[in-house]
């Protein structure tokens, strides 16, 4: 089964020229490689987007933005909607992301509003679920994802619910070089299918990708994809590195 891989580049690629050799080094690195099928993502900070677009977009790598608001026009000073990001040739934005829970008081409510302008403007929202360390300890990881799922797909169709993807984020494992064991990941995989089904019924909870994301690396790529059988990954700092970003993808996609 073909594998998504993301890339979420964060805020990072401060200037031009290093946007340039970024996108130069991609290629470069991609050249040398044979990817069957799988899809790559690549969440570029917007101001980059319409370059990317220009630069790295083909059937196999496909673009998105991190963030999104849910209005489509007017007086939202700061602020990027749905549609523009469409029209500049985006195919998907990550929605929820932990940082923007954790650094702009985001909410899963506010989640379920991005994901419904996302949708409307045929973006694929990609949706971060997860628990923090401190909810891990408690023993209440599993309550704590059900509730950003519920909340997250509130009033959402099982139509365009099979189009979003989940991205489970453990919020301990990102950006800390701590992982789950593959049958913690397995467990929370089952339990997104459990919820999904009771939802949407069985045939759109086999439908919705489930990702894993928080510091993942080529050497633990079998351990956080393979073998609890996601759908795919979502890479943060190996993503800056289009080298090892690579390797993720090529180990997913011949399944070594
Ligand atoms: P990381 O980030 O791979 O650097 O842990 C993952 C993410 O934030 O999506």
Avoid at 33 to 61: G, Y
Avoid at 139 to 168: C, M, N, P, W
Avoid at 234 to 251: A, C, D, H, M, Q
């Amino acid at each position: 089964m073909s594998k998504i891989i993301v890339g979420n580049l964060k805020m990072n690629l401060l200037t031009l020229a290093e946007r340039e050799r970024y996108l130069e080094s991609f290629k470069k690195e991609l050249k040398g490689r044979k990817i069957d099928d799988s899809q790559i993502i690549i969440c570029s900070p917007s101001v980059h987007a319409e370059s990317f677009v220009k630069k790295l977009k083909t059937k196999k790598i496909a673009l998105g933005a991190q963030n999104l608001f849910w209005e489509e026009r007017g007086s939202y000073t700061g602020e990027i909607s749905a549609t523009m990001l469409k029209n500049l040739g985006l195919e998907y934005v990550i929605i929820g992301h932990s940082e923007r829970r954790k650094y702009f008081k985001e909410t899963s409510l506010d989640a379920n509003l991005k994901i419904k302008a996302a949708l409307k403007a045929n973006l694929a929202p990609i949706y971060c679920v997860g628990e923090t360390h401190h909810e891990r300890e408690e023993g209440v990881a599993a309550q704590v994802i059900t509730q950003q799922i519920l909340e997250g797909f509130a009033d959402i169709s099982s139509v365009k619910a099979s189009s979003v993807i989940v991205a489970y984020e453990p919020v301990w494992a990102v950006g800390s070089d701590q992982i789950p064991k593959s049958d913690e990941i397995l467990e929370v995989r089952i339990l997104l299918r459990k919820i999904f089904a009771e939802i949407y019924g069985l045939q759109t909870a086999d439908k919705i990708k489930v990702l894993y994301g928080g510091s993942v690396k080529a050497v633990s790529a079998n351990q956080v994809c393979l073998e609890p059988g996601m759908d795919g990954v979502l890479v943060g700092r190996e993503s800056l590195v289009p080298n090892e970003f690579l390797k993720i993808v090529e180990i997913l996609d011949k399944n070594i």
